[in-house]
């Protein structure tokens, strides 16, 4: 299937590396420019210098910054001549007690997964709208569905984030315009974070990081965890012309976890 969006320009936040650097590189294949986003000079450079090698056709623009900051946003919407498509990404919060969170552990997590994608979503989706085409996916987490206990962080805000979006997305300024706003949940994909997470859970409760992530692995209906190309095929998907007439979804990957028949 040709998605259509060949030659359209992509911001991509935070994709050096897992997820957001599956839908760079699901973009990259499909003919669209990028600009991806990072902390980590190294990192970032070397993902571009592979996205280049996937597409010889497409320019990649890299720009290192924290896109949680005014100013890292500010440097990626500068280098990318015009965002037909936005895919909202950022590190996760940190897992732990609520007891333990102050005030200022709150507005991070808020910064980082609700009004970064937020402050994005402001500055790109009226001049889609002019232009009649965009296209914005924030990835947000399985957790909008169904919580995760030690991530109470990352359950409010990302919630916060999908309920803004439920509104705005059915804004008929917006859909009339062919600007569609959705979200996609990641389950279990096997990234640094998901390791990264698994590691700190096995440390706390004393168990082998080994015994722990096979049974992560077998307790999903799959019996594996999901890959970042399969997330970023799914993203390019829903960036592609095909899908004007859906707007305000969740779509959720998770290989089949969340046991609800809707
Ligand atoms: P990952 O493999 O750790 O990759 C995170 C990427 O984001 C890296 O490129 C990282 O580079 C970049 N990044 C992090 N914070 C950033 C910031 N403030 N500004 C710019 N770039 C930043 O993580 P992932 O698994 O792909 O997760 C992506 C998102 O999906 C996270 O919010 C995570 O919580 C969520 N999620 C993941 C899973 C899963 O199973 N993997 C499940 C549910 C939800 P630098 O560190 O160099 O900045």
């Known amino acids: 299937m040709d998605l259509g969006i060949a030659g359209k320009w992509a911001l991509v936040c935070a994709a050096s590396k897992g997820l957001g650097k599956g ?22 450079e070397a993902t ?32 990318c001549p015009q965002v037909d498509i936005l895919v909202n990404n950022a590190g996760g919060p940190p897992a732990g007690d609520f007891r333990e969170w102050t005030r200022e552990t709150w507005i991070a997590a808020l910064d980082g997964n609700m009004l970064t994608p937020i402050a994005l979503i402001k500055a790109t989706v009226d001049k889609m709208a002019e232009r009649g085409y965009g296209r914005v996916v924030n990835i947000t987490s399985a957790a ?23 509104g705005l997305a059915r804004q008929p300024k917006l859909a009339s315009r062919n600007v569609t706003i959705n979200n996609l949940l990641p389950g279990p994909f096997d990234t640094e974070r998901l390791r990264s997470n698994t590691a700190a859970i096995a440390n706390k409760s004393g168990q082998a990081f080994d015994a722990l992530w096979e049974s992560r692995r077998k307790s999903n209906p799959t019996q594996r965890f999901g890959d970042a190309r399969e997330f970023g095929a799914m993203c390019a998907f829903i960036c592609s012309t095909h899908t004007g007439y859906m707007t305000g979804q969740n779509v959720l990957m998770d290989g089949g976890s969340y046991p609800g028949t809707f």
């Open 23 to 44: 839908c760079a590189e699901a973009l990259v294949r499909e003919g669209v420019n990028v600009v991806v986003t990072a902390r980590g000079v190294e990192a970032l």
């Open 144 to 166: 909008v569905k169904a919580p995760y206990e030690a991530l109470g962080l990352s359950n409010g805000a990302r919630t916060g984030l999908t309920g803004f979006v439920a």
């Open 48 to 79: 571009a210098a592979e996205l280049r090698a996937l597409n010889a056709a497409v320019e990649v623009r890299t720009v290192a910054g924290d896109i949680t900051t005014e100013a890292g946003r500010a440097a990626a919407l500068a280098a």
